[in-house]
C-alpha cells in the first residue's frame, strides 16, 4: 500500500512546489527569469531592422567648437543640398551664438519645418524643440577630448592674446593656467566665453553651475535624454558610421575628407603633463560630459553587433577611395574666415565634371556653403518667426556660485 501511495505524494510535492514559485514570480516576490535570445536571433533583428528602416529628413546637429564639426556639418550640407532640403539659416557662420538659439536670430522660413540645423548656434530646448520636435527629429552633437580641445580653442582664437598671456601657443596656455581668470573678466572678446568649459558652454550650461558638482551630473544626465546621438571626435570614423546607422542613410551619404585643420604654426608644440593636468581641472565639467559620452559611444557599438565593423570596414575604404580619386598628395592652405587659414586638399586637374563637383562639394569651407545655401532658398524665404524672450540673464551669475570645483592648479 506504501509504495503505491509514495509516487502519489511526490507528484503532490513537486505540483505544491511548481505552484508555489509561480506564485511568487507573480506576486514579484522573487525576480522571473529573462528570456535568452540567442546573439545569432538579436543580430538578425538588428539587421531586419537597419534593412526596413527610412531614411530620416530631420536633423538638429549642435555643433561645438574644434570638435570636427564643420566635417560633420559639411555632410548635412551634401545630403541636404543634393536632395534640395531647407536649412535653418543665419546672416553668417553663426545663429545668435554665443547667445541661447532663438528663432528670431535665423533667416524667415518658407512656412515649411526645416529638415536641418547645423550652424554654430547655442543649445536652447524650448526653442530648438519647437522646431525640430523630438517626437519627429534626430539630436545630435559631437564632443572631443578636453585637453585636445582647450588647446585647440585656446590657441585658434588668440585667447592667450586677449588676455595679456602672448601669442606664444605653449607659453600662454601655460601662463593662463596658472592661475585661471576670474568670472568678471570673461567677456573680453566675443570668444572668450570659450575660455573655460567650451563645450558644454556650447550645449547650453550656465555658468553658475560650472563648479557644482551636482549640477554638472544632472545636466549630463538632462543632455543624454536631448540627444539621441553624440558623436566623439577621438573615434570619428565610428561616430560617424553610427551617426549614418542611427540616420538610415548609406555610406556613400557619409564619406566626407578632414576640414579646418589648423596650421601646425597654429598649434603647441608640446604640452606638459602639468598643463594637462591643468587643463583637466580648469574644464572640470568637459571631462565629465567627456567621459560620460565616451562611455555611451562604445556600450552603443557592442549593441549594434559585429557587422557593425563590417560598414565600418567598408566605410574606410571607400573613404580613402575617394581620397586618392579626388586629390593630389599635396597639402594647401585654405581660407577659412578673416585671416584665419587650414589646412586644405589639392583637387586633381583631371577630374571628370560630375566627380569633380562631387569632391569640390566636400572641402568646401562652411562659409562658402552657408553663403551658397543662403542664395539658394532666398526666393522661398517668406515672413519671419519672431525671436522668444532672451533667456540669457543667468549668464551674469558667476562660476563662483558653487565650489566643488574651483580651480587649484598644480
Avoid at 120 to 136: G, I, Q, S, V, Y
Wanted: hydrophobic fraction near 40%.
Amino acid at each position: 500500500m506504501l509504495k503505491e501511495i509514495k509516487p502519489f505524494l511526490i507528484v503532490i510535492i513537486i505540483l505544491s512546489v511548481v505552484l508555489l514559485i509561480a506564485t511568487a514570480i507573480q506576486l514579484q516576490l522573487i525576480p522571473s527569469l529573462p528570456t535568452l535570445v540567442p546573439i545569432q536571433v538579436q543580430e538578425q533583428s538588428r539587421t531586419e531592422a537597419a534593412i526596413n528602416c527610412s531614411s530620416e529628413q530631420y536633423v538638429l546637429f549642435l555643433k561645438t567648437h574644434k570638435a570636427g564639426s564643420s566635417t560633420i556639418s559639411n555632410i548635412f550640407f551634401r545630403y541636404g543640398d543634393s536632395r534640395d532640403l531647407s536649412f535653418v539659416l543665419g546672416s553668417d557662420t553663426l545663429i545668435g551664438w554665443p547667445t541661447r538659439f532663438r528663432i528670431g536670430q535665423a533667416l524667415a522660413f518658407d512656412g515649411t519645418r526645416p529638415n536641418f540645423l547645423c550652424s554654430h548656434t547655442r543649445f536652447n530646448k524650448k526653442t530648438m524643440n519647437h522646431l525640430f520636435p523630438k517626437d519627429a527629429s534626430k539630436y545630435m552633437t559631437i564632443v572631443r577630448n578636453p585637453v585636445k580641445q582647450f588647446e585647440s580653442i585656446f590657441n585658434y582664437m588668440q585667447i592667450g592674446t586677449v588676455f595679456g598671456f602672448g601669442t606664444d601657443p605653449s607659453e600662454s596656455l601655460k601662463a593662463f593656467l596658472k592661475n585661471g581668470i576670474g568670472f568678471n573678466i570673461l567677456r573680453k572678446s566675443g570668444s572668450s566665453v570659450l575660455a573655460r568649459n567650451p563645450q558644454m558652454f556650447d550645449l547650453g550650461l550656465d555658468f553658475k553651475f560650472y563648479q557644482d558638482a551636482k549640477a554638472i551630473k544632472e545636466y549630463i544626465e538632462f543632455l543624454e535624454k536631448e540627444f539621441d546621438l553624440v558623436l566623439i571626435a577621438d573615434y570619428f570614423d565610428e561616430s560617424v558610421v553610427l551617426m549614418k546607422r542611427l540616420l538610415c542613410w548609406e555610406l556613400e551619404d557619409v564619406l566626407f575628407v578632414k576640414t579646418n585643420e589648423r596650421l601646425d604654426k597654429d598649434k603647441a608644440a608640446e604640452i606638459s603633463n602639468d598643463t594637462k593636468e591643468n587643463i583637466k581641472r580648469w574644464n572640470k565639467a568637459d571631462v565629465l560630459l567627456y567621459e560620460h559620452f565616451n562611455q555611451t559611444l562604445w556600450q552603443r557599438i557592442e549593441r549594434e553587433g559585429k557587422d557593425f565593423y563590417d560598414d565600418l570596414t567598408n566605410f574606410r575604404r571607400m573613404k580613402q577611395e575617394l581620397k586618392t580619386k579626388c586629390f593630389e598628395d599635396k597639402p594647401t592652405k585654405q581660407l577659412m574666415y578673416g585671416n584665419r587659414y587650414a589646412k586644405g586638399l589639392t583637387l586633381r586637374s583631371d577630374l571628370p565634371s560630375d566627380l569633380k563637383q562631387k569632391c569640390e562639394r566636400m572641402t568646401r569651407t562652411e562659409n562658402n556653403y552657408l553663403a551658397y545655401l543662403r542664395n539658394k532658398r532666398v526666393a522661398k524665404l517668406v515672413g519671419i518667426h519672431r525671436a522668444a524672450p532672451n533667456e540669457d540673464d543667468q549668464e551674469k551669475v558667476s562660476w563662483d556660485a558653487a565650489s566643488d570645483y574651483k580651480y587649484f592648479p598644480v
